[in-house]
């Protein structure tokens, strides 16, 4: 695969201390954005260096770091994620009131992520909320099992010439260098054993400033049906083909291989529960956490072909530390 070099090379850059951090530190470049004045991912650029890093990164993920990012690439911006306005709003918000309290950098830790999408989010949002320096001077924190999000989020970085540093491992062993003001989780919580989801929103709880806060994006309501989800793999796996003629020199078994990972990825997804039913029980279970849930919305998911489509809704919730 031609990618291989490239991508190899920054992957060795960024995880030469696999259970470290990862540092990439502002230079004198200029800040890069697009002509949008936003930081804008790239799903197609993302899945084909996680084509060429799977052999070697995704083990820890099962292969959901593939699957989804191919996906991601055929899906058009408003159907990749479904609530990325509302939730950008959100964040926002938070970096606004934590902007007025302190004149330190503002400290964030990613808990999980797909790709570089949550990782622009937070740019952006500090972008609506600061202006270029407070995106620029932004501290962020990653921490994720596999190391595919990790590479691409440090290449990103590196490019933009902002400063992130990247944890491989379980979130439930990570200790922040410093007291975190925001904790951003997008979608991680169904990847948790059932029973440990409310224990690892207590752990993160350690990680908080005096006055830091907890936002997490999670579905809930129930999941489609079996149709739904043979749908979803045709349409993944044509993804990944495109993706493959475009990388070139690819044989026929490793495609049929990558096929079949990809389609046993997306069916273990398709397994999980969703950590709430309905907003009732969503308000139940994180009243039995040991945080202060400080806002709860429900934003209900419309009709369609993305992501949003295989759930009736999506709750957006802060918590921060009990007084």
Known sequence: MHLNSIVIEAASSCLHKQHSYAKHMPTKKSLV????????????????????????????????HLASLVRRAALSPKLRVGDQAVFIDALKAQLVEH?????????????????????????????EAGGKKLAQEIVVDL???????????????EEADLYIRTHQGDIKNYVPPKPVDLIVMHG??????EHEQIDYLNHMRSWLSARGKIICSNQHGNARGAEELESRIDFTIDSLNRLLDEAGNISTKRRTILEGRVRTALQRRHRFKTVFSDEAEARERL???????DSFQVHANKAGSGPASRYAARVIFTCSRLA
């Open 99 to 127: 902007a007025r309290g302190t004149k330190r950098p503002l400290r964030v830790t990613i808990a999980g992520s797909t790709d570089t999408w949550l990782y622009t989010a937070v740019l952006n949002a500090a972008l």
């Open 143 to 157: 921490v994720d099992q596999c190391a595919t999000p990790l590479v691409l989020c440090s290449a990103f970085a």
């Open 33 to 64: 954005l697009q002509v949008t004045d936003q930081f804008v991912d790239d799903p197609r650029g993302n899945a084909l260096k996680a084509i060429a890093l799977v052999d070697t990164h995704c083990e820890r993920c099962n292969d959901f």
């Open 287 to 293: 009243r039995t956490a040991d945080l202060r849930l």
């Open 188 to 193: 991680v919580l169904p990847f948790f054993p």
